[in-house]
């Protein structure tokens, strides 16, 4: 297992595996992998102030179908969730012709971040295991307190 160090990116604290890089200049905070096949972007709305959001996993089920409608995006496969006091996490599946994209929806009841990973359906064998070590990163994700 590759070693991992605990870092701060994209307004969430996760344990960042050895070999994944920031992409310089982008617009989503985004990690590669030197030589690798797809892309790992992390989008947070964080909270700020005022009433607390309660934020659930029901919550985090309607985001992922408006993500699919606003992306266009087939039936979601591989749906697993995972619900604990201190956090829950969504994550799904898609793929067409061209590219294969991983959904992660991870909140704290106060804070969401959407982080997904894609890659080329051409690299898809390589994709799954650079998938696999963002699902790493993302279990280990936690928001700043």
């Given amino acids: 297992m590759t070693p991992a160090m605990r870092t ?9 595996v050895d070999g994944w890089l920031e992409l310089e200049d982008e617009r989503v905070p985004t990690l ?5 096949a797809g ?8 909270y700020q102030s005022g009433i607390l959001p309660q934020v659930e996993l029901a919550d985090l089920e309607e985001l ?22 201190e956090r829950a996490i969504l994550s799904a ?3 067409d012709l061209e590219y294969w994209t991983r959904v992660w929806y991870l909140t704290d009841g106060r804070s969401v ?17 650079e998938a696999g070590e963002v699902d790493r990163m993302v279990r280990s994700a936690r928001f700043p307190v």
């Fill in 113 to 129: 971040s959407l982080l997904t990973y894609t890659c080329a359906m051409v690299d898809f064998a390589v994709g799954q295991k």
């Fill in 8 to 16: 701060r990116f994209g307004d969430i604290d996760f344990d960042l």
């Fill in 93 to 95: 599946e898609f793929s």
């Fill in 64 to 85: 992922l179908s408006g993500l699919r409608g606003s992306r266009g995006l087939g039936e979601p496969t591989a749906v697993t969730h995972e619900s604990s006091p």
């Fill in 39 to 46: 892309a790992f972007q992390i989008t947070t709305a964080t």
């Fill in 32 to 36: 590669v992998r030197d030589n690798g």
